[in-house]
């Protein structure tokens, strides 16, 4: 699915990936971890075009997508969420999930203008299903910027999803969550957006990792450390060491 070779990106004298490899298969869930500025959300800016590779190539099913445009990677199925969030804070729950699911390049833009055809109505029936298995059906009217963080990322999460992506890249998807808001979130990835898609997750929440990832690669520096099973990995002390230790225990 995924194909990551040599991959470097600098900024400056910055090294912010510096020459990782990373193969994802279909269906693979792989967790990604590392240090804070380790080159995570770099690598998912890199795969969804809103950086270029400096050097190396990413493909995908085959083909290089390395410096393509953001609208082409999300037209070849792949989504994501980002660490701050993106909604639209004056616009609806259902507006926001509508608007993402109109970036796909399917939809005609006569649709949009001249609401009310049968596509549409399809399309609206669409957004309330996930809306519906996002758990915001209740808040479909509410203004995004006035809901609670909780729900601003599931709405991130239904806004990826509506993009109809088969690899989806989730970028601390529980970040800023309590314990159980965290473990809703981790339900509603591996019931709702995980089934039929490959998936990439950064989190810093190692019981997130384990319970969704059959892989771990860890980076730092921009460099892949360790790789291998969510058990194996944890297990190892280098990588304890590299990671927040604080992190990993509190949550080990
Ligand atoms: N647009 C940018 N301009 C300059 N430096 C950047 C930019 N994006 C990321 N970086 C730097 O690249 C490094 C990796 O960042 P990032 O990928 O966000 O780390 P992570 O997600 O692992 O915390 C950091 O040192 C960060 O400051
Ligand atoms: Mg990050």
């Known amino acids: ?14 090294e912010a990936l510096a020459g990782l490899d990373l193969s994802v298969g279909e269906g693979d869930r792989v967790g990604l971890i590392g240090p804070n500025g380790s080159g995570k959300t770099t690598l998912f800016n ?8 400096t050097a190396g190539s990413v493909r995908l099913e085959g083909r290089d997508i390395g410096g393509s445009k953001p609208d082409r990677i999300v037209n070849r199925g792949v989504a994501r969420t980002f660490q701050n969030l993106r909604i639209f804070e004056r616009m609806t729950v259902f507006e926001n999930v509508w608007a ?9 833009w006569r649709e949009l203008l001249y609401p009310g055809g049968s596509a549409e109505r399809r399309r609206r029936g669409e957004v309330d299903y996930l809306l519906e298995r996002t758990g915001l059906a209740d808040r479909r009217d509410v203004l995004a910027g006035g809901l609670p963080l909780p729900d601003q990322r599931r709405l991130e999460l ?15 998807p529980a970040g800023g969550m309590t314990p159980a808001e965290t473990g809703q979130m981790i339900g509603l990835i591996r019931e709702v957006a995980m089934p039929g ?11 997130m990792i384990r319970e969704l990832c059959d892989r771990v690669c860890v980076l ?13 990995v944890l297990r ?8 927040i230790g604080r992190e990993v225990s509190a949550d080990a």
């Open 220 to 232: 730092n520096f921009g460099r892949k450390i360790a790789e291998g099973s969510p058990e194996a």
């Open 46 to 53: 890199v795969i969804t075009g809103v950086y270029r590779p």
């Open 1 to 14: 699915m995924l194909e990551i070779e040599h991959l470097v990106r600098t900024f400056g004298a910055l």
């Open 158 to 172: 239904a806004r990826a999803l509506a993009r109809a992506p088969r690899l989806i890249l989730l970028d601390e």
């Open 236 to 243: 190892d002390d280098a990588v304890i060491e590299a990671y």
């Open 197 to 207: 898609r490959t998936c990439i997750v950064i989190e810093h929440k190692m019981e």
């Open 100 to 108: 993402a699911q109109h970036r796909r390049g399917d939809v005609a």
